[in-house]
């Protein structure tokens, strides 16, 4: 049996999905997730054997044998296919059985390589380079059987496999498909966040927002400014993100197909970078003296941009992505107005007593900043709110708001021209009883007043989840399968996804194959998972 990867499709790197249904003697299941968005299945079948199935590339296919993130997805997924069967030999205590009547049942294979729709022929090195916003994620997959006729039954092991005969052409529906975790407030093992990396390949997810610093703690360990973490993280020696540790993470998304997008947020959200660089914070006053508490990012000092371009300049050199997230939310100006040189300087340049144009000031730089050194910044809606020029290429993330406030929003900044993100109805480290997954599924990202040109420029959405109660003890229960739902709303058809009950089977088997995976999904409601019972 060989599952052929065909078309005319070079793959620069990383988002291709197989799915295999894969029939054994126990339950039938009717779907897989995210739904495809177009999937064809016969009742045609063909026996399967672990020590005959391979993947392969069609010949059609610019990409061939040596494109290192295909070639590792191969093997990775061949051992979910088949748990039972170790390094490509049987364990010694299988046995060989005759098949007889089995009953359908669905194993989902979900393979992120992206794959780029192009004439022309792609070499090594775009086989081995990141995951960027051009990267096309089209795909069709087209199974090729070659059965073995010899006796009269199916020859198999210990449970029999077969493969029904499916073809699938498939697409996102929205470029960007992102997952946030927050490691400030709470530092997140690396193990941890290669777990969510795995479980985010399962859902389709292609973008990792690493909110790697904030208020709390400082976690990454800057070359260019050690003292960052050493005074900023929770502790100088285990709650830190090396450098080591940083491009482990990298790498291991890029074989998943998943960009990671670094957040370093100012001028707000910053006293942890103000305890490892003096001078850096806005001193604030109470009447006339210093109180000794410190505010936002100073915005007057020539010294600031001068620490952030160094900054940003490392951070793009550890970072691939084209993106840099450069925050610009809830900057709270009431030490800034307590400062007599920050309003000195409000009045020298004009500013008045507008505190917000102070801040357009500051983030007007910052993304100067990130323009010299060929990155395009993300920002969150308060800049746009306050009115700060920026260039037309920046992204504006909606987070605020329920769906009348940020279909208001999402009209607005697409009116402006810019692209937009939308995250506002995908913070699920809020948390309620019951089903709230439902909620997430039947957001309408588009339906908001404006033209089709203007929904082009929503790229995509965000599931956020913020660390204020959220550790490695609950990160993954709390996240799958909630977080699945807003996948398959980002990547599905709107149209054959829009009925929430005909999808709780299938989120439900889902989060099920989660368990299987070793992802410790939490349950959608009463019931069991069918492997619970195996071997009993």
Request: charged residues 20%.
């Amino acid at each position: 049996m060989s599952v052929v990867t065909s078309g005319r499709y070079t793959f620069p790197s990383y988002n291709l999905v197989f799915f295999i249904f894969l029939q054994l003697g126990l339950h039938s299941v009717e779907g897989v997730w995210p739904l495809p968005q177009s999937i064809t299945s016969s009742p045609e079948r063909y026996p399967l054997n672990p020590q005959a199935f391979y993947f392969t590339y069609g010949s059609q296919s610019a990409a061939q044998e040596g494109c290192s993130v295909l070639d590792e997805a191969f093997k990775r997924y061949f051992s979910l296919i088949f748990p039972d069967y170790s390094s490509g030999r049987f364990y010694s205590e299988v046995k060989f059985l005759k098949c007889k009547n089995e009953v359908r049942f669905k194993v989902l294979l979900n393979l992120n390589v992206v794959v780029v729709q192009s004439d022309l022929s792609v070499g090594r090195d775009d086989c081995d380079s990141y995951p960027d916003e051009d990267s096309s994620e089209q795909f069709a997959v087209f199974p090729n059987a070659q059965t073995n006729n010899k006796a009269s039954g199916v020859i198999t092991f210990q449970i029999c496999y077969y493969v029904n005969k499916t073809e699938i052409k498939d697409f996102p529906r929205f470029q960007f498909r992102g997952i946030l975790l927050d490691t400030s407030r709470h530092y997140l093992p690396v193990q941890a966040i290669l777990k969510t990396l795995d479980a985010m390949a399962f859902s389709k997810f292609n973008v990792f927002h690493w909110h790697i610093v904030d208020d709390p703690s400082f976690p990454y360990q800057s070359r260019t400014f050690p003292d960052l973490s050493a005074k900023g993280a929770f502790h100088p020696m285990t709650h830190i993100y090396t450098q080591s540790d940083v491009g482990r993470v990298i790498s291991f998304a890029r074989m998943r197909g998943i960009r990671v997008l670094p957040e370093f947020d100012s001028p707000g959200h910053t006293q942890s970078w103000g305890k490892g660089q003096s001078d850096l914070l806005t001193p604030c006053y109470s009447g006339s003296s210093p109180s000794g508490t410190f505010g936002p990012v100073n915005p007057i000092l020539p010294s600031t941009y001068k620490f952030m371009a160094t900054l940003f300049k490392e951070v793009s050199s550890v970072f691939p992505d084209s993106y840099i997230h450069l925050g610009g939310d809830e900057v709270n100006f009431s030490c800034w107005k307590s400062n007599p040189d920050v309003r000195a300087f409000m009045l020298k340049m004009g500013f008045g007593a507008d505190f917000t144009k102070l801040e357009a000031y500051y983030m007007e730089n910052i993304v100067n900043i990130t323009v010299a050194l060929n990155r395009t910044s993300i920002v969150w809606q308060d800049v746009f709110d306050y009115h700060e020029r920026i260039p037309k290429d920046t992204v504006l993330h909606i987070w605020k708001g329920l769906p009348a406030s940020y279909a208001a929003e999402l009209s607005a900044i697409t009116k402006a021209g810019y692209r937009v993100l939308l995250a506002a109805p995908w913070y699920i480290n809020h948390i309620s009883y019951g089903q709230d997954w439902r909620n997430y599924y039947t957001v309408q990202p588009l339906n908001f007043s404006g033209t089709e040109e203007q929904k082009k420029l929503v790229i995509g959405g965000e599931v956020c989840m913020w660390g204020e109660y959220v550790d490695a003890t609950n990160l993954t229960p709390r996240l799958w399968p909630r977080a699945s739902a807003a996948a398959e709303r980002l990547w599905s058809d709107e149209k054959q996804t829009s009925d929430v009950d005909k999808a709780f089977p299938r989120l439900q088997d889902f989060r099920c194959e989660l368990l299987r995976r070793g992802i410790q999904a939490e349950p959608l409601f009463v019931g069991h998972c069918k492997h619970e019972y195996q071997g009993v």
